[in-house]
């Protein structure tokens, strides 16, 4: 766990020289050219370069152990994040649209556009690698900092792509009006993307469930590792970045020793981390008779009880 800890804190370093780098491709791009979409592009690159230091900031505070404050850990610090990028990919798109929409009355065919393709070009397919890794390894490891800071920058690819498009037609065409035209569509795409890291970074904030497979998965493990408890109820879930809690209510025989229905938590609870690594388990222990709710699981003693009875 430590090892992969300093393995993301590396990658989302990594991310800052290469926000930098990539910005100064794009601004060299539109000193050589003039061109109105090819700034829109470089001033979406400097709110990446702002995203990269809140990714990386995050990311390292996110890892901090859990203390008296926290006690269930940090880990929501990295949906804060992923907010904050959603709102400046937000921020990004209206500077864009700012930028773009006096030029639609004067609009100017871009200088040297050959060279600044060639510079923009290749700025987008380093954007486009490290969206790339970001986002493979933000969702294996379920870091939100790094799969938002890789949707981001991805977004970026797409607004780089729509850039070359728009001045490739002008150039072609000899209408101008496209270049500005162009910096304003996708202005309107990367305010869609915007909206998608903001909505699902909101969705962990607000606890959400773990995915169905992986609710599939606990509860497959509990039912094969039940055996001695009559029922399982108030089955919950949530995940908080790379961590994962999970609580239910286990249902014994009144005359089960403590001891007896303790071995039976042990083994569920080494049977959910086999499926989930890490989770954090609280099990409920309760007598037979108790009213049951929520959401049950089948369990093999029952199933066993059930044939027999057929």
């Known amino acids: 766990m430590a090892v992969e800890r300093e393995n993301l804190k590396r990658i989302a370093f990594w991310g800052i020289p290469l926000a ?23 001033l979406e690159s400097t709110v990446n370069v702002i995203a ?9 505070y996110a890892q901090k152990p859990a203390d008296e404050d926290h006690q269930f850990g940090h880990y929501k610090a990295e949906y804060l994040s992923a907010v904050a990028e959603g709102v400046m990919i937000v921020l990004a798109a209206l500077l864009i649209v700012n930028e773009a929409l006096p030029h639609l ?19 987008a397919v380093v954007n486009a690698a490290w969206a790339y890794l970001l986002i493979r390894i933000g969702k294996a490891h379920h870091s939100a900092a790094l799969t938002a800071d890789g949707q981001h920058i991805l977004s970026d690819v797409i607004t780089s792509g729509g850039v070359l498009v728009g001045l490739v037609a002008a150039i072609l065409t000899g209408y101008a009006i496209l270049d500005p035209l162009m910096a304003i ?16 970074s909101v969705s962990g904030l607000m606890d959400k469930a773990v995915t169905t497979d992986e609710e599939a998965a606990i509860k497959q493990a509990i039912s094969d590792n039940a055996k001695g408890a009559i029922g399982v109820h108030d089955l919950r879930t949530r995940r908080a970045g790379p961590a994962v809690f999970v609580d239910f209510h ?45 959401v049950h699981v089948n369990i093999g003693r029952r ?6 009875a057929g």
Request: with cysteine.
């Open 185 to 200: 569509l996708v202005a309107v795409n990367i305010l869609y993307q915007g909206w998608k890291v903001i909505s699902h």
């Open 105 to 123: 009355s004067s609009p100017e065919l871009p200088a040297a556009p050959a060279l600044g393709l060639v510079i923009n070009t290749g700025a």
């Open 250 to 294: 286990l249902v014994v025989s009144g005359q089960m020793p403590v001891g007896e229905a303790h071995d039976i938590c042990d083994r569920l609870e080494d049977a959910i981390h086999n499926v989930i690594s890490g989770a954090s388990i609280a099990i409920h222990v309760e007598p037979e008779g108790e009213k049951a709710h929520g």
């Open 20 to 42: 930098f780098f990539v910005m100064g491709l794009k601004l060299l791009a539109w000193w050589v050219t003039g061109s109105v979409a090819l700034l829109s592009d470089a």
């Open 52 to 60: 990269a230091f809140i990714a990386y900031f995050v990311v390292v």
């Open 303 to 308: 199933r066993s009880r059930q044939a027999a």
